[in-house]
């Protein structure tokens, strides 16, 4: 069986998650938070998420563990099937990392710090979103689903990096980032409807306080050194 390593307070391990439960994969959940070398073991910058497959290999890097996951359990596919169309698919995945899941992801010690961050960060971090929504707008078809026809890896990725565009760009910023893409909310608000993804976010909501009691113990460690 394969096993999950790190935390259900992380988008990017939600991603996996989400995939895991669609196509169905069995699976177990190691928790692990970050910091701790023994994920190092296991993922080799010591980044969440990590999986040991079932022959025991050890992968990092969501989208890799993504084509991992396609590529081993194809049974219920997530890309389409001609290369062309997988393309698009992961062209609208690394937009989403690039220019809203990265910039969006700099403010997070902000938003759980509770302190406004610094200005030349924000302008920053704007600078890179801007150029990501006409992007996303050129190629997310929402028609339903966001690469067209299919219910893709695409899907998955985007919702799950809305999360941190969500709480951490939209409310640092101060700018509703969905709404400058037509069809962007009501896709995301479709997709927070399934099972899967209400299981992903009561398994994040009760991880929640966990986590952030070992931000906190990292925080301190960090300021006494
Ligand atoms: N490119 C990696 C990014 C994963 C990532 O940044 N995970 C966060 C948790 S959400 C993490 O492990 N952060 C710890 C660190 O940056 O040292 C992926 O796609 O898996």
Request: a negative charge; glycine letters at 4%; proline letters at 6%.
């Amino acid at each position: 069986m394969i096993t999950l390593h790190g935390f259900p307070a992380s988008n990017y391990y939600n991603i996996v998650k989400h995939a895991l439960l669609y196509k169905d994969v069995p699976f177990e959940e190691h928790l692990i938070f970050t910091g701790n070398d023994q994920l190092l073991a296991v993922s080799p910058v010591g980044k969440v998420p990590a999986i040991t497959t079932e022959d025991g290999v050890t992968l990092s890097e969501s989208s890799v563990i993504c084509d991992f996951l396609e590529e081993a359990y194809p049974d219920t596919p997530l890309y389409p099937e001609s290369a062309t169309k997988r393309a698009m698919v992961r062209q609208i995945m690394k937009i989403a990392e690039l220019y809203f899941e990265l910039p969006s992801r700099r403010l997070i010690p902000y938003v759980f710090s509770g302190v406004d961050a610094p200005d030349a960060i924000k302008k920053e971090v704007r600078q890179v979103i801007k150029r990501g929504i006409p992007a996303l707008n050129r190629l997310c078809q929402f028609s339903p689903w966001i690469a067209g026809e299919t219910f893709t890896m695409a899907d998955i990725y985007m919702h799950y990096v809305n999360v941190v565009v969500i709480n951490c760009a939209s409310t640092q910023l101060d700018w509703d980032i969905l709404a400058e893409i037509p069809g962007m909310k009501q896709w995301n608000e479709t997709m927070s409807q399934s099972d899967i993804a209400q299981k992903i976010e009561a398994d994040r909501r009760a991880n929640m306080p966990e986590f952030k009691t070992h931000i906190k113990a990292l925080v301190q460690a960090a300021q006494s050194k």
